[in-house]
T-cell receptor, first 113, second 109 residues
Framework: GAVVSQHPSWVICKSGTSVKIECRSL??????MFWYRQFPKQSLMLMATSNEGSKATYEQGVEKDKFLINHASLTLSTLTVTSAHPEDSSFYIC?????????FGQGTRLTVV | KNEVEQSPQNLTAQEGEFITINCSYSVGISALHWLQQHPGGGIVSLFMLSSGKKKHGRLIATINIQEKHSSLHITASHPRDSAVYICAVLSYNTDKLIFGTGTRLQVFP
């Protein structure tokens, strides 16, 4: 079946640095991908909708200059956490929907020290 | 009040027991998803429903559109079923998923 691959699965970075997370649809084209954030024992929170060839749309309260999203091709969307701070530490996961199913990446656990 | 409510929040069972997880929602939907999230965080899609009932192996999902309610059943539960089960609805208005807070299931041998 369709697979969404997310990389890296975990990353530790220093405060002030930037981290890029990749989300690839391996055997289907995804014109839309979603980026979510999940805090421990909480539900997924939509951060932004990534649209191939156009600007991402961000949910209210999500800083677009801090969480840069690029969807340059039909199979790749990237989320860059810029100037990361400890409060950005979280679990980030992408999703690519199809008409019959929602496929999720493996998630990225980001720790900012 | 959350737009998607799940119950119970936590559930423990003995191996072999029949398990039911419930989901109620208050918005108009195009579809409802049942997802499984393992301790490492990865999420697997179990079902996508817009009406009726679906079965896959030991898992059964039902939805009642009029009552805005869905259930996920696990028959003959096994320790490997231990995970967080998440109900998510695809909002008809926004075309975005709205997630429940999940049900943490532990099945003991």
């Amino acid at each position: 079946g369709a697979v969404v691959s997310q990389h890296p699965s975990w990353v530790i970075c220093k405060s002030g640095t930037s981290v890029k997370i990749e989300c690839r649809s391996l055997d289907f084209q995804a014109t839309t991908m979603f980026w979510y954030r999940q805090f421990p024992k909480q539900s997924l929170m939509l951060m932004a909708t990534s649209n191939e060839g156009s600007k991402a749309t961000y949910e209210q309260g999500v800083e677009k200059d801090k969480f840069l999203i690029n969807h340059a091709s039909l199979t790749l969307s990237t989320l860059t956490v810029t100037s990361a701070h400890p409060e950005d530490s979280s679990f980030y996961i992408c999703s690519a929907p199809t008409p019959t199913e929602a496929f999720f990446g493996q998630g990225t656990r980001l720790t900012v020290v | 009040k959350n737009e998607v409510e799940q119950s119970p929040q936590n559930l423990t069972a003995q191996e072999g027991e029949f398990i039911t997880i419930n989901c109620s929602y208050s918005v108009g939907i195009s579809a409802l998803h049942w997802l499984q999230q393992h301790p490492g965080g990865g999420i697997v899609s179990l079902f996508m429903l817009s009406s009726g009932k679906k079965k896959h192996g030991r898992l059964i999902a039902t939805i009642n559109i009029q009552e805005k309610h869905s259930s996920l059943h696990i028959t003959a539960s096994h320790p490997r079923d231990s995970a967080v089960y998440i109900c998510a609805v695809l909002s008809y208005n926004t075309d975005k998923l709205i997630f429940g807070t999940g049900t943490r299931l532990q099945v003991f041998p």
